[in-house]
């Protein structure tokens, strides 16, 4: 059946294409003559033969042929045939021979060389391609010139309905508000058909609904989705599944269909109160229970969502509301009820509250629904709980002057048991809010003494807290604080404000002020205070100064001369009496030192010392000290400067009264003699393993220090060298604290550019009696005393 129909279309169809062609074909054929006719020029596919533009005369057509169209997906066994191309020169001329050129010409289209048949070789598809264009021409068989210039037409698809609609944007989502008025748009879907919308009916689209009535309808043109039925309730369904159909052919048996899917989802509107869930609710609450602590929740639910499910909560009625607050839970949509003031089981057991849950968010158009409240009652019982003391007054104040006896009691607190039991109360101070211990209180009935005497000008205000205490339940305990002022009394005397350092010029007028003298006192009374001053009664007649009262609690100290001298007396001193006007007064005496000082023209003191008289004219104390300093810091550097090279010119060995010394010159270069004042101790030969090339160490001093021993006196003429050298080497060999620091310096060398080379003999091979000193004597008066020293040593070795 479906192959049936099928065919039946395919037939129809190619009907239907038939006679539009051959009717498109005669007036298109007929207008284009006619159009060249009119134009004077030739039509498309006739000769011209040269005629002049403008003339009348009608050329004879070369081309007789149509216009062609192909009916898309045929399928046949056989190609289709196209049309035909036929010439005016075609009249049984065999050496004519057709050509075809263009799109899908040899691959789509084939054209019969010698008859002009063009076939379609493939099926089409109007959807891929919609025409093609392509080229005619006559040319001669044998030698393949053009006979006819090429002339260009176009082959169309025709189109067949092969495209069921399509959803492209499918499957869609949409939402409307619940309660919606009927005929309220929805959405609106689109589908699309891939078949020629210009030509027949296989593009034209019809838009149904298959599932989702009777709530919702759709306009068959436009497709748009409205709301069909009255009274759609969220709380009732939320969601709905709608089938949409799009069929081509305008809706027509044989026409093509494509489906989607459209959920529609009511979104919430505020048509619905919210509603407790009971008439009554019950709950106990212990009578210590904390203010803005949590006493119960209530909750009227609401069928909405959202922002139009939230609710607020009142009490609006029962006894002593105040005592109650309600407040709402944002996230729980709960109404908590809250205490405001503390509840007395004692005073009241039971509360009766009426509450409110309302709508925020309220919408006009269902007004007439009925009011968006609810009420519910509430009943709240007391416990009765074990309360701690209550003090009278949750805090004292209490006034106590600061000459108040010890143990004097200054203050009485109560407190008193609030439960029916009514336990006795111990009384406590807390020692952490009195530290020194100044108060103390009597456990039993309250009453506070003072344990040390107070000071106003310490401490003026005492802040301590007493704690109340239950007998029966010692974790029962309530504090108050007790603040204890200390009133003043006069028992401190006035004195000077400040230690005044006072100058006097003796240059000075009499009469002028010298010192403006003030006073304080520690004491605080009410009227404010107000000295006294005046001079000790034995110098009330002082014959230098006198004072003057400048009525705002200050003096003027005045010089009575101007006779002061700093040789005659440096210092004054002038004795105050400073006295208050308290009950009973207090006084005190306060001594005012003068210094008498030396100043300029203007009044600026420059000295004050007697000493400044012996000082130079424009030479001050300070800088004479300066230059002390540096007289005294140049000395220490000279005696430092003295001692230093002092001790580099001292021997590396302990020195003897009866030590002989003698000067070996050391001849760096040339030179001094026994001028040269660089001596070289002749001690350091008593080291017999300097030969050797032994040199002890110079760095080390010995801790025993050996003792001299008595020298032996030489001759006033000469020196027995080698008695001397004996005795010091048995003394060295037979001594352990013999310096280990001696060394003997060897000169192998004399110098650069010495006649003498060499003066040394503790380096030569030969023995002293092969050495020759008289040559001594020839180099001068230099080397006239070595000379001697070595001829004396020769002529003792000789028998």
Known sequence: KPQRLRRWRVWTSLLLVWITCATHTSMS????????????????????????????????????????????????????????????LDVGNKNLKYVLAGEGAGTIFAINERTGDIHAMKRLDREEKAEYTLTAQVINRDTNEPLEPPSEFIIKVQDINDNAPEFTNGPYHATVPEMSQVGTPVTKVTATDADDPVYGNSAKLVYSILEGQPYFSIDPNTAVIKIALQGMDREMREEYLVVIQAKDMGGHMGGLSGTTTVTITLTDVNDNPPKFSKSLYEFTIPEDLGIGQVGGKVKANDRDMGENAKS???????????????????????GILRLKKPLDFENKKSYTLRVEATNVNFDPQFSGSGPFKDTATVKVAVEDSDEPPVFTQPSYLVEVHENTGVNAVIEQVAAHDPDITGSLVRYFIDRHTDLERQFNINVDDGKITLAKPLDREMDMWHNITVTAMEVRNHSQISRAIVAIKVLDINDNAPEFAMEYETFLCENGKPGQVIQTVSAVDKDDPKNGHFFIYSLVPEMSNNPNFTIKDNKDNSINVLAKHDTFRRQKQEMYYLPIVVSDNGSPPMSSTNTLTIRV???????????????????????????????????????????????????????????????????????????????DTEAFDIATLQNPDGINGFLPRKDIKPDLQFMPRQGQHSGPNGVDVDEFINVRLHEADNDPTAPPYDSIQIYGYEGRGSVASSLSSLETASSDSDQNFDYLREWGPHFRRLGELYSVGESDREP
Request: net charge negative; proline share 4%; hydrophobic share 40%.
């Open 29 to 88: 054929a007929l207008a284009n003559q006619l159009r060249g006719l009119d134009q004077g020029g030739t039509a498309p596919g006739m000769r011209q033969p040269g005629e002049v533009r403008g003339t009348l005369t009608r050329a004879k057509r070369g081309w007789v042929w149509n216009q062609m169209f192909v009916l898309e997906e045929f399928s046949g066994p056989d190609p289709i045939l196209v049309g035909r191309l036929h010439t005016d």
């Open 312 to 334: 607020t909560y009142n009490v609006i009625g029962g006894d002593d509301k105040d005592v109650f607050e309600i407040t709402t839970d944002s996230q729980t949509q709960e």
């Open 597 to 675: 000082c030396g100043c300029s023209k203007e009044g600026i003191v420059q000295s004050c010392n007697v000493e400044a008289y012996v000082l130079p004219i424009g030479l001050s104390m300070g800088a004479l000290i300066a230059i002390l300093a540096c007289i005294i810091l140049l000395l220490v550097i000279v005696v430092l400067f003295v001692t230093l090279r002092r001790h580099k010119n001292e021997p590396l060995i302990i020195k003897d009264d009866e030590d002989v010394r003698e000067n070996i010159i050391r001849y760096d270069d040339e030179g001094g003699g026994e001028e």
